[in-house]
């Protein structure tokens, strides 16, 4: 299959940088790895909570961070943690990919939360729409 030099470009770059499966909550983060919602669950939720509300710590589904809200703040905070908040690094527990898939997991579950509260549009009483094949 032919594809023009831009696309090909951002194909390769897709395939270098997201690994098979990474997205895939359910699915271990690569060879030899655990399932994120396990580290989820095994790392993490006894103090962010098991849906992500919070408890000893603040929840991760709001928009307010304690140490940043980019990957690179995330990445840190994951493996070195902030001993002073009580808060213990994972970088032993952990490798680089699994903390990888972890701030991914992150984002997708704050996107995830963030549509589920998002209301829907008002209805307007009595309004009725018509298109060409429904009313």
Not at 3 to 26: E, K
Not at 87 to 98: K, N, Y
Request: aromatic share 8%; hydrophobic share 40%.
């Amino acid at each position: 299959m032919h594809l023009p030099p831009f696309r090909r470009f951002v194909a390769t770059a897709l395939a270098l940088l997201v690994p098979a499966g990474l997205f895939a909550a359910n699915e271990s983060t690569g060879p030899g790895l655990r399932p994120v919602t396990k580290l989820y669950t095994d790392f993490c939720a006894s103090c962010h909570g098991t849906k992500w509300e919070g408890g000893r710590a603040p929840s991760m589904l709001d928009d307010v961070w304690a140490h940043g809200s980019d990957d690179a703040g995330l990445t840190t905070s994951i493996r070195d943690g902030y001993p002073v908040n009580a808060m213990p690094g994972f970088g032993a527990q952990l490798s680089a990919a699994e903390i990888r898939a972890m701030v991914v997991y992150i984002r997708e579950c704050r996107e995830k939360a963030r549509q589920e509260k998002a209301a829907p549009p008002p209805q307007i009483d009595g309004l009725v729409l018509k298109s060409e094949r429904h009313t």
